[in-house]
């Protein structure tokens, strides 16, 4: 529990100032409002009931004598009540103060705490991505916010209130009558004891339906992505049932947290009903032996049911700290990830030619697999054209991953102009990189902003210049709208071809140094591909082109190809040496070319296709 409140004070740093004023507007509505029943005891005890066998006490003298007298106020009973409400107007002014500090202190923690994991998460490694699960991520930055937000807009002054209306009239109520003052907390110990015991139960139980909940999200966001893919194979029965399940678990784990609340809150009763039975059979008791004054009753249980208040809220500030701490815990889970960094001191990169060259790359994806690269060397000269091809998974896509340090090598190197790619800053190596991807990413803004994405200040002839090379400018005009038609989510309402070349064009638009295209001409048809390339050709001298394809038609006019298979280098050279020479290219080259040729399948394998006569060949 310590740790928790050690979290909870690390978190608040920066907003402590407004949390103390707050507290100190409390402390003053607290004052105010235990004063106020003193009015009504100083009437009864002094006026309207005075003992017969004995001299009033100070708090029933003091007060009469600032309201007039006795004689005064039994003239004049509505003073005390305007002295009531005007002390009581006090201490709600206090109270609005303190509700409105608290509320900026914890409105600027949570703004600070979701910015601090947002930002993170935009610097976190891919490895972190590919096994994270983005309904749990976003239940985290929601969900688990919101938690911390209630808790410290509402329960960190709670504590205190609860502290200080306790504490604030003990003594005075130790001067009115110690012995009754010792009735009147009697039970307290136990009360705050089973608040605690709760708060170490509920912690458990609120993680679990966090994380249920998470889940739930997770089958959500997963079917809502996935939509179209659900309905085209008719698997509506099937995630209904999935997300059944899913909600189903996270109803149990509510259920089970709200029984816990349910068992505090009736015990809690129970107890405080207990309390308030204490002091009236003693008050009573004392009153008839004339022990005890009325107007000293009336105060007692006036401060008992002030006081009793707060401190059976003990029980849900605890329980809403088990769920700060749990939600803290799962935000400082991602905070803790470390970010994308350099091993090595960072160098500037102001500039590039374009010139790439790996060296006895070796990489996984995770720790034990089978390596989607093996000891891979290869060289691109700068402001050339160059293909790699091959099957699906020899690791094209892979490449392109390890050029755009979205992963580091396992063994060996990649370099930009001769500097290793982990001493160069990322933002400033993915400037130098443009990637247009097989099934390219667009928000949900208009054509125009998706274009400029990655470069905002272009000018609109620079966009349509862009847009022209990408054979997409014709297409864009003829919307209504033009460049300020909405694209939707992810693009939806363009067809595929026409979210690869509005790709292309933002890609283009950045100028880099490196343009990498991967597979992304697949979508579109064979004429508006030979356009695209030959206005790219024409471009040739302008940056390093690296093309990722599956028609060897789009790769048959670059300088150089490479062919990979299982991770390795098998094959390099020229289209026409390549079909010249025995091996995967020229069957692959023959397939689609021929419609009559054999199945590679079929044929048998060149003897220098084999991996280890190729790699040398290669070299």
């Known amino acids: 529990m310590f740790d928790s409140v050690r979290a909870v004070w690390h978190l608040m740093q920066g907003s402590r100032a407004l949390y103390g004023a707050a507290i100190a507007a409390l402390v003053v509505a607290s004052c105010f409002l235990y004063l106020a029943p003193l009015i009504p005891q100083a009437v009864i005890d002094g006026v309207l009931m005075p003992p017969d066998d004995q001299e009033p006490g100070f708090w029933v003298t003091a007060p009469l004598a600032a309201m007039g007298g006795p004689s005064f106020v039994s003239r004049h009973l509505w003073v005390p009540a305007l002295v009531v409400l005007g002390l009581t107007a006090v201490a709600g002014a206090a109270t609005y103060l303190r509700g409105r500090w608290a509320a900026q202190a914890s409105e600027a923690i949570v703004r600070r705490l979701r910015d601090r994991v947002y930002d993170h998460m935009q610097h976190l490694p891919s490895r972190f991505f590919d096994t994270a699960q983005t309904g749990d991520l976003l239940q985290r930055c929601t969900s688990d916010v919101e938690t911390i937000r209630v808790f410290l807009a509402n329960q960190v002054v709670e504590i205190g209130r609860a502290l200080i209306m306790f504490f604030v009239p003990l003594p005075l109520m130790i001067q009115i009558d110690a012995r009754m003052t010792g009735v009147a907390v009697l039970l307290l110990p136990f009360i705050v004891g089973f608040s605690v015991i709760f708060f170490l139960r509920v912690r458990t139980v609120f993680e679990q339906a966090d994380e249920a909940e998470g889940e739930m999200t997770t089958t959500i966001q997963e079917n809502l992505t996935g939509i179209r893919v659900v309905r085209a194979f008719g698997r509506q029965a099937f995630e209904e049932g999935r997300f059944a399940e899913r909600n189903a678990d996270h109803r149990g784990k509510d259920y089970r947290l709200y029984q816990l609340m349910a068992v505090f809150w009736s015990i809690s009763d129970l107890m405080t009903f207990a309390q308030h039975v204490l002091v009236v059979g003693a008050g009573v008791m004392w009153v ?26 003990m029980g849900r500030i605890v329980a809403d700290l088990g769920k700060a701490t749990v939600a803290l815990g799962r935000l400082r889970r ?24 790996l060296a006895g790359v070796t990489f996984r994806y995770a720790e034990g697999a089978e390596p989607a690269l093996k000891d891979l060397t290869l060289r691109i000269e700068p402001r050339s054209t160059v293909a790699f091809v091959g099957a699906s998974g020899s690791g094209k896509s892979t490449l392109v991953s390890l050029l755009l340090r979205l992963y580091d090598p396992d063994e060996g190197s990649v370099t930009l102009d001769g500097r290793d790619l982990r001493t160069i800053e990322q933002q400033e190596l993915r400037r130098q990189l443009a990637v247009v991807m097989q099934q390219p990413f667009l928000y949900s803004k208009t054509l125009g902003a998706n274009l400029k994405l990655g470069r905002s200040e272009a000018t609109l002839e620079d966009v349509h210049h862009a847009a022209r090379t990408a054979d997409v400018h014709e297409t864009i005009v003829a ?8 694209v939707g989510e992810r693009g939806v309402t363009l067809s595929g071809g026409q979210r690869q070349r509005v790709a292309l064009a ?48 789009t790769v048959a006019l670059a300088d150089r190809i490479f062919v990979l298979d299982e991770g390795r280098l098998v094959q390099q050279g020229t289209h026409d040496e390549l079909v010249a020479r025995a091996g995967p290219y020229r069957r692959m080259w023959r397939l689609q070319t021929e419609p009559h040729a054999p199945s590679p399948l079929a044929e048998p394998p060149d003897r220098d296709a084999r991996p280890e006569r190729a790699v040398q060949e290669a070299r």
């Open 288 to 313: 008839s032996t004339g022990e005890l004054s009325v107007g000293a009753l009336f105060y007692f249980l006036t401060a008992v049911s002030m006081f009793m208040y707060p401190l059976r809220q």
């Open 334 to 357: 991602i905070l803790d990830e470390p970010a994308e960094q350099a091993p090595v001191p960072l160098v500037p990169l102001s500039s590039s030619t374009g010139a790439l060259a």
């Open 479 to 486: 919307f209504d709208d033009g460049y300020d038609t909405e």
């Open 506 to 553: 933002r890609a283009l638009l950045q100028r880099p140094s490196v343009l990498i295209l991967d597979d992304s001409l697949s979508a579109v048809d064979t004429a508006t591909e030979s356009a695209i390339l030959e206005r790219l050709r024409e471009r040739r001298g302008q940056q390093t082109t690296i093309l990722i394809a599956h028609r060897l038609s």
